[in-house]
């Protein structure tokens, strides 16, 4: 996603599925809007776990990946108990900043789409380099 | 915010406060980007009580509003009990849909800016049009 | 758990896996304490899905299980990422009131034990009995 | 609260006012169980400021106080867009342990009562004693 709408050939791909929880519903029996960023870091998170790499090894040595845009449309509610497909994909990957675009899936049917930009802090909260391991393309 | 960028002249706007929570915060030590949505939906739901209007009310009469857009730039970190000021604008209101902006300060410093758009619908999901006193402009 | 501490024999038992969220965790860097009944309930609702059973299902004919009681021992934190195991046991199910206990492992470690019990009530929230499919023991 | 259910004086007492919203609410219209906790751990922090203390300050010193155990009844249904109020109470505090219980109410009606025991840690996760400054009676 993005203002101008193309699909870029994504760096890397990644599936995960989800399973709605009840306490992520509100009174309209539906997925809260706030409930899919939570879904897209997981995205994020496993997408990184695939490729050998580890978030939260990734913090422990001094590298954060700080969200600073965040897009959703979103098209069709997710209920509870429902089974979800996220599709997550690498489109930049550095020098300075990562970006992902998110799809969100129940069987084939497309319930949202996202785009996240991730900047890379240090331990003090300043912009830093990415490590080399996570500079792709 | 939205694509063109522009500043338009709002409909109507109000301010809110909000101290930041500690389960609003992450290991980072700062407000997880998912809370921001949370925050804009109380200066939307504090913006309609101001004028009169009540969300809880409008539901029981089989109005609902559901988020179909998100858009976040995060620009600085909130902090765990941090006091912040919510600007919440109406942008658009009807026939069919309502768009918001927001930005969201601790004392004069612009910590985040968003926008999004509501779309009307029925107690069964279906698309309707807004009740008359929504509609402004 | 309970006010007795001893252990009762239980009606049913199920093994649940988890991971621990990034937004479930706080500036400590340990999965705040609000996160846990969340858990336990995906525990209730997995184990009513490995018996066959299903809330949703549930709810849509108008039984609504509400937690009137809940009580947790923190025993050790859990980090972002850590890979737990939560054991659900059924100790008592009607006729007016289901009672669950709770223990979260990471690998053998126990980090947390817990208590539930759950009320049954209809689609304007007063208490009824039990469904006949919800009884045992 | 507590196993013997008897109202012991506090040490000090403090009352909240709290917005019930719209994501802490699920598909049963009423505030979820799990947002409970998050509202008395509110309650706790607000009582400290009110007393001239600071629970962020203290974290800055390197004192983290961590939920050991909790305990809620609830007694009747909160629901989205109700002002509660909250009665925070302390029970005990110190040598090495923090109790706290606590009464939410809309309007006269009391709707849920809990117990917290906190115990007070090093930057390490380590027990250590409670300052001075948070030890009463």
């Not at 978030?55 to 590298?63: F, H, I, M, P, Q």
């Not at 930049?92 to 899936?105: C, N, Q, T, W």
Request: contains cysteine; charged residues 30%.
């Amino acid at each position: 996603m993005g203002s101008s709408h193309e699909r870029r050939t994504p760096l890397a791909s990644h599936q995960s599925t989800l399973r709605v929880r009840y306490p992520e519903c509100d009174p309209m029996g539906v997925a809260h809007h706030a409930t899919y960023p939570i879904w897209f870091e997981i995205g994020r998170t496993e997408m990184l776990r695939a490729s050998g790499g580890n978030y939260r090894d990734l913090e422990a040595t001094g590298v954060f990946l700080a969200v600073v845009r965040l897009e959703v449309r979103y098209r069709r509610p997710a209920r509870y108990d429902d089974e979800l497909r996220l599709t997550t994909e690498l489109l930049v990957a550095g020098p300075v900043k990562i970006e992902h675009s998110y799809r969100l899936f129940r069987g084939d049917e497309l319930l949202a789409e996202g785009g996240t930009t991730l900047a890379c802090l240090d331990r003090d909260g300043r912009a830093r380099a990415l490590p080399e391991s996570l500079v792709l393309g």
